[in-house]
Antibody
Framework: EVQLVQSGAEVKKPGESLKISCKAS????????IGWVRQMPGKGLEWMGV????????RYSPSFQGQVTISADKSINTAYLQWHSLKASDTAMYYC????????????WGHGTLVTVSS | SNVLTQPPSVSVAPGKTARITCGEN??????VHWYQQKPGQAPVLVIY???DRPSGIPERFSGSNSENTATLTISRVEAGDEADYYC???????????FGGGTKLTVL
């Protein structure tokens, strides 16, 4: 059974760094893209970017390029989303998901990690 | 850049048919996927490649895509279908994934 298990909720202050994780199981992790999606409070879904763990090919949506870092460690089947300096506007739920096929449809999702940034 | 336009809300009585649209110039040339998201839960894929249904999704859910509009149709709507629905495409030319703004389906 495919599962994506995300790390727990975080409360941080502006300017702090953060790295959240998404651990995959039930399939061959290096062979599938992993993506990250942001959902700000009361708002819609926003695609942030994807990584292919097999060769670490990473692609960011224009709105998130330079704002976050997506990485993966295929030795432990885990993908990461990282911020070097958080802002209050980073407060959101973050989902990892496994896009596949030629249309990048996400067939499996993590449960989400709530990140709260407040002074 | 992609702009997928969805109506903010759609209301339907139980047992009737709900239609949720997703508009973009020439969207018919792309594959459209649809997700259902209930409050406090992760999204769930309900339609992919315009009209295919993942296993476990009721046949009441169907999709179509032509010219400038893709449509998610939910037949014999039930109270449990109340949720936010999002369309999604991958734009091959820009290599970007885009979501629509979402539609809140209310079952009256």
């Amino acid at each position: 059974e495919v599962q994506l298990v995300q790390s727990g909720a975080e409360v941080k202050k502006p300017g702090e760094s953060l790295k959240i994780s998404c651990k995959a199981s039930g399939y061959n992790f290096p062979d599938y893209w992993i993506g990250w999606v942001r959902q700000m409070p009361g708002k819609g879904l926003e695609w942030m970017g994807v990584i292919y763990p097999g060769d670490s090919d990473t692609r960011y949506s224009p709105s998130f390029q330079g704002q976050v870092t997506i990485s993966a460690d295929k030795s432990i089947n885990t993908a990461y989303l990282q911020w070097h300096s958080l802002k209050a506007s980073d407060t959101a739920m973050y989902y990892c998901g496994r896009p596949q096929g030629s249309g990048y449809q996400v067939d499996y999702w993590g449960h989400g990690t709530l990140v709260t940034v407040s002074s | 850049s992609n702009v997928l336009t969805q109506p903010p809300s759609v209301s339907v009585a139980p047992g009737k048919t709900a239609r949720i649209t997703c508009g973009e110039n020439n969207i018919g040339s792309k594959s459209v996927h649809w997700y259902q998201q209930k409050p406090g839960q992760a999204p769930v894929l309900v339609i992919y490649y315009d009209s295919d249904r993942p296993s476990g999704i009721p046949e009441r859910f169907s999709g179509s895509n032509s010219e400038n509009t893709a449509t998610l149709t939910i037949s014999r709507v039930e109270a449990g279908d109340e949720a936010d629905y999002y369309c999604q495409v991958w734009d091959r030319s820009s290599d970007h994934v885009v979501f629509g703004g979402g539609t809140k389906l209310t079952v009256l």
